[in-house]
């Protein structure tokens, strides 16, 4: 059974910083590719960042520059950290993946950025 589990949202000011985790079983996480999507209020859910399990990167021009995705094979977990945070990156992140025939899902985590 593939799960994802999302972690590390929260409330933080313009301009902080925070990085999200996304654990992973049920994959054989070294060869699968992992995506950060993100859904505000009203809006369709977007791709934030992907990383292949080659590690090549790709990122929204929205967040190019500011958020950093990485992975950590040993411990099957997916990164993103995010820095110089601005009120417009308020959402719900996601975790992704594509294993055997089928798109997984994690539950989400808050991101609230506000003064």
């Known amino acids: 059974q593939v799960q994802l589990v999302e972690s590390g949202g929260g409330l933080v000011q313009p301009g902080g910083s925070l990085r999200l985790s996304c654990a992973a079983s049920?994959?054989?996480?070294?060869?699968?590719?992992m995506s950060w999507y993100r859904q505000a209020p009203g809006k369709e859910r977007e791709l934030v960042a992907r990383i292949s399990s080659g590690g090549t990167t790709n990122y929204a021009d929205s967040v190019k520059g500011r958020f950093t995705i990485s992975r950590d094979n040993a411990k099957k977990t997916v990164y993103l950290h995010m820095n110089s945070l601005k009120p417009e990156d308020t959402a719900v992140y996601y975790c992704?993946?594509?294993?055997?025939?089928?798109?997984?899902w994690g539950q989400g985590t808050q991101v609230t950025v506000s003064s």
């Open positions: 049920g994959v054989f996480f070294p060869i699968v590719a």
């Open positions: 992704n993946c594509y294993w055997s025939s089928r798109v997984y």
